[in-house]
Protein backbone atom coordinates (compact mmCIF):
# COMPACT_ATOMS: atom_id res chain seq x y z
CA UNK A 1 0.00 0.00 0.00
CA UNK A 2 1.13 3.28 -1.25
CA UNK A 3 2.58 5.81 2.01
CA UNK A 4 -0.15 8.44 2.06
CA UNK A 5 2.29 12.08 2.26
CA UNK A 6 1.63 13.80 5.41
CA UNK A 7 1.34 17.94 3.96
CA UNK A 8 2.49 20.65 6.20
CA UNK A 9 -0.65 22.48 6.36
CA UNK A 10 -0.02 25.26 8.90
CA UNK A 11 2.90 26.26 6.38
CA UNK A 12 0.00 26.37 3.41
CA UNK A 13 -1.91 28.39 5.72
CA UNK A 14 1.48 30.50 6.90
CA UNK A 15 2.52 31.40 3.16
CA UNK A 16 -0.79 31.96 1.97
CA UNK A 17 -1.17 34.28 4.56
CA UNK A 18 1.92 35.71 3.40
CA UNK A 19 0.96 35.73 -0.56
CA UNK A 20 -1.66 37.52 0.62
CA UNK A 21 -0.26 40.41 2.66
CA UNK A 22 2.14 40.91 0.13
CA UNK A 23 -0.36 41.04 -2.51
CA UNK A 24 -3.24 43.59 -1.03
CA UNK A 25 -0.79 45.81 0.99
CA UNK A 26 2.58 45.88 -1.01
CA UNK A 27 2.08 44.95 -4.80
CA UNK A 28 -0.94 46.21 -6.15
CA UNK A 29 -0.88 49.68 -4.24
CA UNK A 30 2.37 49.98 -5.89
CA UNK A 31 0.88 49.97 -8.99
CA UNK A 32 -2.55 51.60 -8.43
CA UNK A 33 -0.22 54.24 -6.55
CA UNK A 34 1.45 55.23 -9.47
CA UNK A 35 0.88 53.99 -12.75
CA UNK A 36 -2.33 55.40 -14.28
CA UNK A 37 -1.53 57.88 -16.61
CA UNK A 38 -4.26 60.81 -16.35
CA UNK A 39 -3.17 63.09 -18.72
CA UNK A 40 -2.02 60.73 -21.42
CA UNK A 41 -3.93 57.84 -21.21
CA UNK A 42 -3.14 54.29 -20.28
CA UNK A 43 0.21 53.14 -18.14
CA UNK A 44 3.09 54.58 -16.84
CA UNK A 45 5.55 51.43 -16.63
CA UNK A 46 9.19 52.77 -15.77
CA UNK A 47 9.87 53.05 -12.05
CA UNK A 48 13.30 53.49 -10.72
CA UNK A 49 14.07 51.61 -7.44
CA UNK A 50 12.11 53.86 -4.91
CA UNK A 51 9.15 54.00 -7.39
CA UNK A 52 9.86 56.87 -8.91
CA UNK A 53 8.78 57.68 -12.34
CA UNK A 54 12.13 57.90 -14.12
CA UNK A 55 10.37 59.78 -17.34
CA UNK A 56 11.00 57.36 -19.95
CA UNK A 57 8.73 58.18 -22.70
CA UNK A 58 7.60 54.82 -24.47
CA UNK A 59 4.72 52.92 -23.75
CA UNK A 60 5.15 49.08 -25.23
CA UNK A 61 2.28 46.89 -26.07
CA UNK A 62 3.43 44.13 -23.63
CA UNK A 63 3.53 46.70 -20.97
CA UNK A 64 -0.16 48.13 -21.58
CA UNK A 65 -1.72 44.58 -22.00
CA UNK A 66 0.05 43.23 -19.12
CA UNK A 67 -1.18 45.93 -16.56
CA UNK A 68 -4.33 45.45 -17.89
CA UNK A 69 -4.04 41.57 -17.73
CA UNK A 70 -3.10 41.90 -13.94
CA UNK A 71 -5.95 44.83 -12.86
CA UNK A 72 -8.74 42.57 -14.95
CA UNK A 73 -7.39 39.29 -13.68
CA UNK A 74 -6.95 40.78 -9.68
CA UNK A 75 -10.08 42.34 -10.06
CA UNK A 76 -12.07 39.24 -11.32
CA UNK A 77 -10.43 37.36 -8.38
CA UNK A 78 -12.01 39.56 -5.92
CA UNK A 79 -9.06 42.07 -5.26
CA UNK A 80 -9.14 45.96 -4.86
CA UNK A 81 -12.89 46.84 -3.90
CA UNK A 82 -13.40 47.86 -7.73
CA UNK A 83 -10.02 50.20 -8.49
CA UNK A 84 -8.63 47.18 -10.46
CA UNK A 85 -11.95 47.08 -12.84
CA UNK A 86 -11.29 50.92 -13.00
CA UNK A 87 -7.80 50.69 -14.17
CA UNK A 88 -8.17 47.77 -15.87
CA UNK A 89 -10.80 49.82 -18.26
CA UNK A 90 -8.76 53.07 -18.29
CA UNK A 91 -5.79 50.99 -20.00
CA UNK A 92 -8.21 49.31 -22.72
CA UNK A 93 -9.41 52.48 -23.50
CA UNK A 94 -5.91 53.77 -24.52
CA UNK A 95 -5.01 50.65 -26.10
CA UNK A 96 -7.86 50.68 -28.33
CA UNK A 97 -7.86 54.31 -29.33
CA UNK A 98 -4.23 55.24 -28.97
CA UNK A 99 -2.68 51.70 -30.08
CA UNK A 100 -4.90 50.03 -32.72
CA UNK A 101 -3.43 50.36 -36.19
CA UNK A 102 -6.48 51.71 -37.80
CA UNK A 103 -5.90 51.11 -41.67
CA UNK A 104 -3.76 48.08 -41.18
CA UNK A 105 -4.94 46.08 -38.32
CA UNK A 106 -3.56 44.57 -35.35
CA UNK A 107 -1.58 46.68 -32.32
CA UNK A 108 1.65 48.86 -32.66
CA UNK A 109 4.75 47.44 -30.83
CA UNK A 110 5.36 51.14 -29.31
CA UNK A 111 3.65 54.48 -28.94
CA UNK A 112 5.14 57.37 -27.03
CA UNK A 113 3.29 58.53 -23.72
CA UNK A 114 0.81 60.61 -25.94
CA UNK A 115 0.00 57.74 -27.75
CA UNK A 116 1.98 58.69 -30.90
CA UNK A 117 3.44 55.82 -33.05
CA UNK A 118 7.17 54.76 -32.74
CA UNK A 119 7.43 51.09 -33.96
CA UNK A 120 4.90 50.23 -36.08
CA UNK A 121 5.24 46.50 -36.59
CA UNK A 122 3.13 43.69 -35.75
CA UNK A 123 4.91 41.52 -33.03
CA UNK A 124 2.76 37.97 -32.23
CA UNK A 125 4.37 38.51 -28.40
CA UNK A 126 2.65 41.41 -28.07
CA UNK A 127 -0.65 40.82 -29.83
CA UNK A 128 -0.52 37.70 -27.79
CA UNK A 129 -0.93 39.64 -24.98
CA UNK A 130 -3.12 41.93 -25.98
CA UNK A 131 -5.68 38.56 -26.60
CA UNK A 132 -4.66 37.79 -23.44
CA UNK A 133 -5.68 40.88 -21.62
CA UNK A 134 -8.63 41.71 -23.89
CA UNK A 135 -9.90 38.32 -23.21
CA UNK A 136 -9.58 38.56 -19.42
CA UNK A 137 -10.62 42.27 -19.37
CA UNK A 138 -14.51 40.85 -20.38
CA UNK A 139 -14.04 37.92 -18.83
CA UNK A 140 -13.89 40.41 -15.69
CA UNK A 141 -15.86 43.42 -16.25
CA UNK A 142 -18.21 41.85 -19.14
CA UNK A 143 -17.18 45.16 -21.17
CA UNK A 144 -17.95 43.45 -24.82
CA UNK A 145 -15.15 46.37 -26.40
CA UNK A 146 -12.50 43.80 -24.60
CA UNK A 147 -13.13 40.83 -26.18
CA UNK A 148 -14.18 42.03 -29.83
CA UNK A 149 -10.74 43.49 -30.27
CA UNK A 150 -9.86 40.07 -28.78
CA UNK A 151 -11.01 38.22 -31.85
CA UNK A 152 -10.12 40.94 -34.10
CA UNK A 153 -6.53 40.24 -33.47
CA UNK A 154 -7.20 36.54 -33.50
CA UNK A 155 -8.51 36.73 -36.86
CA UNK A 156 -5.88 39.16 -38.34
CA UNK A 157 -2.83 36.34 -36.62
CA UNK A 158 -5.18 33.59 -38.52
CA UNK A 159 -4.53 35.54 -41.89
CA UNK A 160 -1.68 36.82 -41.82
CA UNK A 161 0.63 35.20 -39.42
CA UNK A 162 0.00 31.10 -40.41
CA UNK A 163 2.83 28.95 -41.65
CA UNK A 164 0.16 27.17 -43.90
CA UNK A 165 2.96 24.80 -44.88
CA UNK A 166 4.65 23.57 -41.83
CA UNK A 167 2.63 24.46 -39.44
CA UNK A 168 3.21 26.83 -36.35
CA UNK A 169 3.01 30.68 -36.30
CA UNK A 170 5.61 33.20 -37.97
CA UNK A 171 6.14 36.03 -35.36
CA UNK A 172 7.65 39.28 -36.80
CA UNK A 173 5.90 41.60 -39.02
CA UNK A 174 6.34 45.26 -40.51
CA UNK A 175 3.20 47.22 -40.15
CA UNK A 176 1.45 45.60 -43.50
CA UNK A 177 2.07 42.25 -42.16
CA UNK A 178 4.56 41.77 -44.43
CA UNK A 179 7.07 39.58 -43.20
CA UNK A 180 10.15 40.54 -41.71
CA UNK A 181 13.72 39.76 -42.94
CA UNK A 182 15.49 36.52 -41.45
CA UNK A 183 18.27 36.69 -38.98
CA UNK A 184 18.21 39.66 -36.15
CA UNK A 185 14.66 40.64 -38.31
CA UNK A 186 13.35 37.42 -36.75
CA UNK A 187 10.97 36.90 -40.23
CA UNK A 188 13.16 33.11 -40.71
CA UNK A 189 12.25 32.15 -36.70
CA UNK A 190 9.68 30.10 -34.73
CA UNK A 191 9.79 30.25 -30.84
CA UNK A 192 9.10 28.30 -27.68
CA UNK A 193 8.39 31.89 -25.92
CA UNK A 194 5.90 32.99 -28.76
CA UNK A 195 3.45 29.64 -29.13
CA UNK A 196 3.79 29.09 -25.57
CA UNK A 197 2.22 32.84 -24.53
CA UNK A 198 -0.21 32.31 -27.83
CA UNK A 199 -1.43 29.09 -26.12
CA UNK A 200 -2.20 31.73 -23.18
CA UNK A 201 -3.77 33.81 -24.71
CA UNK A 202 -5.95 30.88 -26.98
CA UNK A 203 -7.25 29.61 -23.38
CA UNK A 204 -8.40 33.04 -22.07
CA UNK A 205 -10.33 33.52 -25.40
CA UNK A 206 -11.43 30.09 -25.98
CA UNK A 207 -13.04 30.76 -21.83
CA UNK A 208 -14.34 33.79 -23.16
CA UNK A 209 -16.19 32.95 -26.22
CA UNK A 210 -16.53 29.29 -26.21
CA UNK A 211 -16.22 29.36 -30.10
CA UNK A 212 -15.04 26.32 -31.71
CA UNK A 213 -12.41 27.83 -33.90
CA UNK A 214 -10.85 28.89 -30.83
CA UNK A 215 -10.77 25.62 -29.34
CA UNK A 216 -9.34 24.09 -32.27
CA UNK A 217 -6.49 26.81 -32.42
CA UNK A 218 -6.11 26.22 -29.11
CA UNK A 219 -5.21 22.35 -29.48
CA UNK A 220 -2.88 22.73 -32.44
CA UNK A 221 -0.97 25.10 -30.69
CA UNK A 222 -0.74 22.76 -28.15
CA UNK A 223 0.35 20.01 -30.35
CA UNK A 224 3.02 22.16 -31.97
CA UNK A 225 4.19 22.78 -28.49
CA UNK A 226 4.31 19.30 -27.42
CA UNK A 227 5.51 17.70 -30.50
CA UNK A 228 7.65 20.19 -32.27
CA UNK A 229 9.17 22.25 -29.31
CA UNK A 230 10.64 19.84 -26.73
CA UNK A 231 13.76 18.43 -26.53
CA UNK A 232 13.32 14.60 -28.14
CA UNK A 233 15.04 12.79 -25.10
CA UNK A 234 14.39 15.18 -22.18
CA UNK A 235 11.45 17.24 -23.27
CA UNK A 236 12.53 20.54 -22.27
CA UNK A 237 11.71 23.57 -24.00
CA UNK A 238 13.57 24.58 -27.26
CA UNK A 239 14.20 28.34 -27.47
CA UNK A 240 14.28 28.62 -31.52
CA UNK A 241 13.70 26.74 -34.45
CA UNK A 242 13.63 27.04 -37.93
CA UNK A 243 10.40 27.38 -40.60
CA UNK A 244 10.85 23.58 -40.83
CA UNK A 245 11.25 22.79 -37.30
CA UNK A 246 14.82 21.97 -37.46
CA UNK A 247 16.37 23.68 -34.71
CA UNK A 248 18.08 26.69 -34.75
CA UNK A 249 20.89 28.42 -33.07
CA UNK A 250 19.07 31.19 -30.32
CA UNK A 251 20.02 34.69 -31.57
CA UNK A 252 19.23 38.04 -30.50
CA UNK A 253 15.92 40.05 -32.36
CA UNK A 254 16.24 43.66 -33.35
CA UNK A 255 12.80 43.51 -31.56
CA UNK A 256 13.69 41.77 -28.20
CA UNK A 257 12.14 40.33 -24.91
CA UNK A 258 13.94 37.58 -22.57
CA UNK A 259 17.12 39.10 -23.69
CA UNK A 260 17.08 42.80 -22.41
CA UNK A 261 19.77 42.39 -20.03
CA UNK A 262 22.22 40.76 -22.40
CA UNK A 263 24.26 43.56 -24.11
CA UNK A 264 26.37 41.04 -26.52
CA UNK A 265 24.85 40.98 -30.73
CA UNK A 266 24.66 37.78 -32.17
CA UNK A 267 24.48 34.60 -31.35
CA UNK A 268 24.10 33.37 -27.60
CA UNK A 269 26.82 30.80 -25.57
CA UNK A 270 25.64 27.30 -25.86
CA UNK A 271 23.00 28.56 -28.56
CA UNK A 272 22.06 25.21 -29.70
CA UNK A 273 21.84 23.26 -26.35
CA UNK A 274 20.31 25.54 -23.58
CA UNK A 275 17.17 25.71 -22.08
CA UNK A 276 15.02 27.75 -19.63
CA UNK A 277 14.15 26.53 -16.24
CA UNK A 278 11.16 29.46 -15.60
CA UNK A 279 9.89 28.61 -19.25
CA UNK A 280 9.57 24.84 -18.29
CA UNK A 281 7.61 24.81 -15.77
CA UNK A 282 5.85 28.02 -16.93
CA UNK A 283 4.86 25.77 -19.84
CA UNK A 284 3.96 22.84 -17.74
CA UNK A 285 1.52 25.05 -15.77
CA UNK A 286 0.02 26.99 -18.66
CA UNK A 287 -0.63 23.75 -20.12
CA UNK A 288 -2.79 22.31 -17.15
CA UNK A 289 -4.59 24.87 -17.31
CA UNK A 290 -5.45 25.13 -20.65
CA UNK A 291 -6.36 21.67 -20.33
CA UNK A 292 -9.08 22.07 -17.52
CA UNK A 293 -10.24 24.59 -19.41
CA UNK A 294 -10.88 22.62 -22.51
CA UNK A 295 -12.31 20.26 -20.20
CA UNK A 296 -9.82 17.61 -22.43
CA UNK A 297 -8.02 14.17 -20.45
CA UNK A 298 -4.73 15.51 -18.59
CA UNK A 299 -3.61 11.82 -18.58
CA UNK A 300 -1.94 11.47 -22.33
CA UNK A 301 0.33 15.31 -21.29
CA UNK A 302 0.93 14.06 -17.54
CA UNK A 303 4.45 12.40 -18.60
CA UNK A 304 5.26 15.82 -20.23
CA UNK A 305 4.33 18.00 -17.73
CA UNK A 306 5.93 15.79 -15.12
CA UNK A 307 9.40 15.89 -16.86
CA UNK A 308 9.61 19.62 -17.17
CA UNK A 309 8.65 20.06 -13.60
CA UNK A 310 11.35 17.65 -12.87
CA UNK A 311 13.90 18.92 -14.83
CA UNK A 312 13.70 22.24 -13.05
CA UNK A 313 13.40 20.57 -9.22
CA UNK A 314 16.49 18.84 -10.20
CA UNK A 315 18.94 21.15 -11.67
CA UNK A 316 16.89 24.58 -11.87
CA UNK A 317 16.48 24.73 -7.66
CA UNK A 318 19.93 26.70 -5.90
CA UNK A 319 19.52 24.28 -2.67
CA UNK A 320 22.52 26.25 -1.26
CA UNK A 321 21.60 29.83 -1.66
CA UNK A 322 17.90 29.40 -3.07
CA UNK A 323 15.47 30.61 -5.77
CA UNK A 324 15.84 29.40 -9.51
CA UNK A 325 18.82 29.45 -11.72
CA UNK A 326 18.30 30.85 -15.41
CA UNK A 327 18.86 28.11 -17.63
CA UNK A 328 20.95 25.79 -18.12
CA UNK A 329 21.46 22.62 -20.61
CA UNK A 330 18.99 20.15 -21.38
CA UNK A 331 20.70 17.34 -19.74
CA UNK A 332 21.20 19.41 -16.39
CA UNK A 333 24.24 21.68 -16.37
CA UNK A 334 23.63 24.85 -15.46
CA UNK A 335 25.08 28.21 -17.44
CA UNK A 336 23.35 31.14 -15.81
CA UNK A 337 23.05 30.60 -11.81
CA UNK A 338 21.69 34.33 -11.60
CA UNK A 339 18.16 34.91 -10.31
CA UNK A 340 15.46 36.40 -13.04
CA UNK A 341 12.20 37.85 -10.62
CA UNK A 342 9.71 35.94 -13.50
CA UNK A 343 11.06 32.69 -13.20
CA UNK A 344 11.03 32.52 -9.64
CA UNK A 345 7.21 33.40 -9.98
CA UNK A 346 6.28 31.04 -12.53
CA UNK A 347 8.28 28.29 -10.84
CA UNK A 348 6.21 29.08 -7.27
CA UNK A 349 2.79 28.26 -9.71
CA UNK A 350 4.43 25.14 -11.19
CA UNK A 351 5.70 23.68 -8.18
CA UNK A 352 2.52 23.48 -6.34
CA UNK A 353 0.72 22.58 -9.47
CA UNK A 354 2.47 19.89 -9.10
CA UNK A 355 1.59 18.93 -5.48
CA UNK A 356 -1.71 18.93 -6.15
CA UNK A 357 -1.11 16.73 -9.21
CA UNK A 358 1.41 14.27 -8.25
CA UNK A 359 1.30 14.75 -4.95
CA UNK A 360 5.09 14.17 -4.31
CA UNK A 361 7.17 15.81 -1.54
CA UNK A 362 9.83 16.83 -4.03
CA UNK A 363 7.69 19.10 -5.68
CA UNK A 364 6.66 20.63 -2.09
CA UNK A 365 10.12 21.36 -1.49
CA UNK A 366 11.12 23.10 -4.41
CA UNK A 367 8.09 25.50 -3.85
CA UNK A 368 9.38 26.46 -0.28
CA UNK A 369 12.65 26.86 -1.73
CA UNK A 370 11.65 29.91 -3.82
CA UNK A 371 9.22 30.83 -2.22
CA UNK A 372 11.88 31.67 1.12
CA UNK A 373 13.94 32.79 -1.39
CA UNK A 374 11.60 35.99 -3.04
CA UNK A 375 10.44 36.77 0.57
CA UNK A 376 13.83 37.01 1.88
CA UNK A 377 15.82 38.57 -1.05
CA UNK A 378 13.48 39.39 -4.60
CA UNK A 379 11.03 41.61 -2.92
CA UNK A 380 11.88 45.00 -2.13
CA UNK A 381 10.14 46.06 0.64
CA UNK A 382 10.96 50.10 0.46
CA UNK A 383 9.16 50.44 -2.58
CA UNK A 384 6.71 46.84 -2.76
CA UNK A 385 7.81 45.30 -5.87
CA UNK A 386 10.42 42.91 -7.03
CA UNK A 387 14.20 43.32 -8.09
CA UNK A 388 14.59 42.29 -11.54
CA UNK A 389 17.43 40.45 -11.18
CA UNK A 390 19.75 39.25 -8.35
CA UNK A 391 22.89 37.30 -8.27
CA UNK A 392 22.79 33.64 -7.13
CA UNK A 393 22.95 34.99 -3.43
CA UNK A 394 20.73 37.36 -3.83
CA UNK A 395 22.36 40.91 -4.20
CA UNK A 396 20.17 43.04 -6.35
CA UNK A 397 22.17 43.26 -9.69
CA UNK A 398 19.34 45.28 -11.01
CA UNK A 399 17.50 47.70 -8.82
CA UNK A 400 14.86 49.43 -11.18
CA UNK A 401 11.15 48.43 -10.16
CA UNK A 402 9.55 48.90 -13.85
CA UNK A 403 10.04 48.69 -17.69
CA UNK A 404 8.68 47.83 -20.70
CA UNK A 405 9.61 44.14 -20.01
CA UNK A 406 9.21 43.80 -15.91
CA UNK A 407 5.95 45.34 -15.02
CA UNK A 408 3.47 43.35 -12.63
CA UNK A 409 1.80 40.56 -14.99
CA UNK A 410 4.31 37.82 -13.03
CA UNK A 411 4.51 39.10 -9.56
CA UNK A 412 0.81 39.69 -9.26
CA UNK A 413 -0.65 36.73 -11.50
CA UNK A 414 2.17 34.84 -8.83
CA UNK A 415 0.13 35.68 -5.80
CA UNK A 416 -3.16 34.68 -7.03
CA UNK A 417 -2.36 31.95 -8.74
CA UNK A 418 -0.74 30.10 -5.80
CA UNK A 419 -3.31 31.65 -3.28
CA UNK A 420 -5.55 29.54 -5.39
CA UNK A 421 -3.17 26.38 -5.27
CA UNK A 422 -2.65 26.53 -1.88
CA UNK A 423 -6.46 26.85 -0.67
CA UNK A 424 -7.03 23.53 -2.89
CA UNK A 425 -4.21 21.85 -1.78
CA UNK A 426 -5.08 22.76 1.86
CA UNK A 427 -8.94 20.72 0.53
CA UNK A 428 -7.53 18.07 -0.53
CA UNK A 429 -4.64 17.01 1.87
CA UNK A 430 -6.12 18.54 5.65
CA UNK A 431 -4.18 16.52 7.94
CA UNK A 432 -1.12 18.54 10.23
CA UNK A 433 2.09 18.75 10.64
CA UNK A 434 3.59 15.69 12.00
Given at each position: ?8 K ?45 G ?14 T???A???G ?54 A ?12 G ?5 KT ?10 T ?14 L ?19 M?A ?6 C ?29 V ?13 K ?20 D ?5 H ?8 L ?5 M ?49 Q???M ?5 GC ?9 D ?11 H????Q ?5 P ?8 IW?H ?7 N????R???Q ?5 N ?9 I?
Amino acid sequence: MKHKQEWPKQKMQKYRNQLRRHLENELLPFWIDRCRDDDCGGFITHFEEKGKDTGEDEKSLVAQARTIYTMSSAHRSGYGDGICEDFARHGVDFLIEKMWDAEQGGFYWTVDRRGQVRISKKILYGLSFSIYALSEYTLATNDKRGIHYAEKTFNLIQKHAVDTMYGGYFEMFERNWELCEGGAGGGDRKTLDVHMHLMEALTTLYECTRKQVHLRKLKEVIEILTHRMLHHQYRTGVPQFWRDWSIAPQIKFDIIWGWDRFSQKGTKVHSHDNTSFGHNVELAWLLLHALDIMGKDRTPYLDIIKKLLDHAAAYGIDSKWGGVFVEGSHSGDVYDREKEFWQQAEVMIGMLDGCIHFQQKGYWDAYENVHYFVFKHMINRQAGEWYPLLNQKGKPIWTHMSHSWKVNYHTVRCMIQCIQRLNKLMELFPQKIV
